[in-house]
């Protein structure tokens, strides 16, 4: 008897420990959110306060002390001492680090990990992140909760409990040379606090042990298993739209091993999965043969606004679906239905961005955060320039494009992202930005500049022709400059087996026209016939997903891959060209 009430009382008290955390969490996201409301009426200010603080901090490493940033004292200054810089003006310094330690080269505080960056459009990197580094990215993601989760949720669900599919895995940590932790910051945190593994269990379905599956397929599998156990997921959460799809197409596959799974209690022998991991899941599940056969169905009634009919309290997905995750969105329509998707936030490795203040804004854009980092922009029409003019966060002109340039708080000094966004409004002062492109994925022969969202619109426009029920799976191109004439090829996969080269002809034609349509520097040059036609290249069923792995297993971490638009590696180039239909020649 006296057990009974000990267990009862431990319940009780952790349910009121489960309600402070979250009562706790949902102030912390208020309060970001208030914080940034503040930061955007003086942005100027605080952009001014920020870069003073980044010097000051560093003043005293190695780096610091080459630019002597001691003396520096306004803005104009430091933009005078120190010119725009990319990677490459940091690689020696930080493979140094990596290898042999002293940090006190590049940042005054210890580095907590050296995150890596996926890679897309480039050599892979190392970025050196610092507690205070970190301490933004948190901050951040707590305005993106802060906005989401009421907005979707209605009051009474967002106040009491609820719980979200959190599509995301982690690949275990690895060490450099000098011993630092490199890897995500994400794997760093969850398996050193046992803060973020109480969030994880309070928050999500799969208990914490899922997220450290490092093989992403069975991972995904195990958070598809525990999500469906649950009938009161409220809402969806991946990095990136490509995630949530993979979920979706690996549900659709493999749903008759799940319902299995949830039928008899037990967890598919095929996984690959760490015998504990696979233990403590196991000592999880309990058969439930009445959920079995209620999904069952649910499933065999095919799989168009599937989301709905197994988790009906779903409000929203979140995940990135602007850039180069637009194209999945219209995928992922087909499993959605009609629950909305909310973008949540703009950022890199190398700093966070921006936040996504209105859902319901589309295309989704970002309101920049000007606590954290100094940011300048680089007009779209200089980014070519060698010494190309920069104008501060405050100053941006609505509908103008510009590549931004961050200065942030671990040791990056107006360093140039690559991103081209494009003003569309203000917030109090802090801009509004919708991303463009990657300056890495433009396609440019004679300075024509054409972007993957050029391509991708003619892509699509395109593929209209080839019937209805035909849609765009995943793109890819290519500069082709090792004959004449130049010209652009369009590496395209689609959704049915197509064997009309007459209509294929038609695409081609009908993407010249959308292309000419909105550069007009393509089309002059087209005139002029100094490049050639585009050469669309159809490629075989399931060739990106492949593509993707081969890029994951050089390296790539799978939870932050994208597919590059511009595709630049010889051996990628062969595999794409052994996948496409012969008949394109
Ligand atoms: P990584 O540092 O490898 O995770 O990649 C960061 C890059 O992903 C950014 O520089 C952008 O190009 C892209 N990215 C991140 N967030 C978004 C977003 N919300 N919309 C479009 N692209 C994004």
């Known amino acids: 008897m006296p057990k009974i009430i000990l267990s009862k009382f431990f319940d009780y008290f952790g349910r009121i420990q489960e309600r402070l955390l979250v009562y706790m969490l949902q102030n912390l996201g208020q309060r970001s959110l208030k914080n940034l409301q503040r930061d955007a009426i003086k942005a100027a200010q605080v952009q001014q306060n920020v870069l003073m603080d980044i010097l000051k901090l560093q003043k005293n490493t190695e780096y610091g002390r080459r630019f002597n940033f001691a003396v520096i004292k306004t803005v104009a200054n430091f933009q005078s001492v120190h010119p725009l810089s990319t ?50 990215f948190q901050k951040a993601f707590q305005i993106t909760r802060a906005i989401g989760e009421p907005y979707y949720l209605n009051q009474k669900a967002y106040k009491t409990e609820y719980r979200g599919l959190a599509l995301f895995s982690i690949r275990p940590l690895s060490f450099t040379a000098s011993g630092v932790p490199q890897g995500s910051l994400t794997a760093g945190g969850l398996t050193q606090s046992k803060f973020i593994e109480n969030l994880i269990r309070l928050r999500y379905t799969s208990p914490p042990c899922i997220f450290l599956i490092s093989n992403y397929r069975s991972a995904c599998y195990c958070h598809l298993l525990f999500g469906l156990l649950r009938s009161d997921i409220t809402y969806i959460t991946a990095n990136f739209a490509l995630k949530v799809l993979e979920a979706m197409q690996t549900l659709e596959r493999l749903w008759p091993r799940l319902v299995n799974d949830i039928e008899y209690g037990r967890i598919d022998e095929s996984l690959e999965l760490d015998t504990s991991i696979r233990e403590k899941l196991q000592s999880l599940l309990k058969p439930n043969p009445a959920l079995a056969n209620a999904l069952r169905t649910e499933f065999e009634k095919g799989f168009n606004g599937i989301l709905t009919r197994i988790w009906s309290q779903l409000s929203y997905i979140e995940c990135i679906t602007t850039g180069s995750m637009h194209i999945y969105k219209e995928s992922l329509r087909f499993y959605a239905g009609d629950i909305p998707f909310y973008s949540p936030g703009y950022g890199a490795t190398e700093s966070f961005i921006g936040v996504n203040l209105e859902p319901e804004r589309d295309p989704p854009s970002y309101v920049i955060t000007p606590r954290v980092a100094f940011f300048e922009f680089i007009p779209v029409s200089e980014v070519d320039k060698d010494m190309p003019n920069t104008i501060n966060l405050t100053s941006l002109s609505i509908g103008e494009s510009y590549e931004i340039v961050v200065t942030t708080v671990a040791g990056l000094y107006r360093y140039r992202l690559g991103d081209v966004v494009k003003c569309v409004g203000y917030y109090h002062k802090s801009p509004i930005v919708e991303f463009l492109y990657r300056q890495g994925s433009l396609l440019s022969l004679y300075s024509e500049r054409v972007t993957e969202n050029t391509i991708f619109v003619a892509l699509t426009e395109a593929i209209k022709l080839l019937g209805n029920d035909c849609k765009l799976v995943d793109y890819t191109t290519r500069l082709e400059i090792s004959s004449r004439p130049w010209r652009y090829v369009i590496y395209a996969e689609i959704s049915k087996t197509f064997e009309d080269l007459l209509n294929l002809k038609l695409c081609q034609d009908k993407i010249e026209q959308v292309i000419c349509d909105l550069n007009e520097a393509y089309m002059e040059i087209r005139n002029e016939n100094r490049i050639g036609p585009i050469e669309i290249k159809l490629v075989q069923k399931d060739t990106f ?41």
């Open 87 to 136: 990677y490459e003006n940091y690689r020696y310094i930080i493979d140094n680090i990596a290898s042999q330690g002293n940090f006190a080269q590049l940042v005054s505080e210890p580095i907590m990990i050296f995150q890596e960056t996926s890679g897309t459009s480039g050599k892979f990197k190392l970025i050196p992140t610092t507690k205070r580094l970190f301490s933004n």
């Open 545 to 585: 997903e492949m593509l993707k792995n081969i890029i994951i297993f050089k390296g790539t971490s799978d939870s932050q891959f994208k597919m590059s638009r511009l595709v630049k590696d010889s051996n990628q180039v062969e595999f794409l060209e052994t996948r496409s239909y012969a008949f394109t020649k």
